[in-house]
C-alpha cells in the first residue's frame, strides 16, 4: 500500500520535487495524487508537505519537519562489513564508498557523500545485514563525530 495525499493538498508540487521515483502527479495549485505502482513509501513527501496532507501507510498523517531534522544515516565502521547493499538501497545516491584503514587493512568504507540530497529513509539502515547504520537526527556533536 502507498501514501495518500489527502484533500488538503494544495498543489505546492514540493512533494513532487522531493519524490525519489517520480510517484507524484498533480497540477500546480491542485489536489496531487502518488502512483501506487511507483510508490516506495520513503515518507519524504510527508516530510516536505507543508499542509500535513499526506497519509503513511498505516492512514497516519505525516507532520512536516525541517530538513535539517531529516535522520541521517550514521555508520559505525567497526561493524560495516564493505558489502555496498546500503548504497544500492539508496533511492537518491547519497551514499558513496572511500578507502580506509593503514596498509594490509583497506576497505572501501560507505559514507554519507550529499547530506543535502539524504530523504531519511532509513532504506539504507534497514538493508544493512549487520546492523552497522544508525538513522539519527544530526546535532553539532555528531556533525563533528562523523569524519
Not at 493538498?9 to 491542485?30: F, S
Not at 525541517?66 to 567497526?78: H, L, M, N, Y
Not at 584503514?101 to 583497506?106: N, Q, S, V, Y
Request: glycine share 10%; aromatic share 4%; proline share 5%.
Amino acid at each position: 500500500m502507498a501514501y495518500k495525499i489527502m484533500e488538503s493538498c494544495n498543489g505546492c508540487g514540493a512533494c513532487v520535487r522531493l519524490c525519489p521515483v517520480g510517484a507524484i502527479a498533480g497540477e500546480k495549485r491542485a489536489l496531487h495524487a502518488i502512483d501506487g505502482a511507483l510508490c516506495i513509501e520513503c515518507g519524504a513527501c510527508g516530510r516536505i508537505c507543508p499542509e500535513a496532507a499526506v497519509r503513511d501507510v498505516s492512514g497516519m498523517t505525516c507532520q512536516r519537519s525541517k530538513r535539517s531534522q531529516w535522520p541521517k544515516p550514521f555508520i559505525d565502521k567497526a561493524l560495516c562489513m564493505s558489502c555496498t547493499i546500503c548504497l544500492n538501497a539508496c533511492p537518491v545516491g547519497c551514499l558513496a564508498q572511500k578507502l580506509t584503514g593503514g596498509r594490509g587493512d583497506l576497505h572501501a568504507r560507505p559514507f554519507l557523500k550529499d547530506e543535502k540530497a539524504c530523504i531519511g529513509c532509513g532504506f539504507c539502515a534497514f538493508e544493512c545485514p549487520v546492523n552497522a547504520i544508525v538513522m539519527l537526527v544530526p546535532t553539532k556533536a555528531l556533525s563533528v563525530s562523523k569524519g
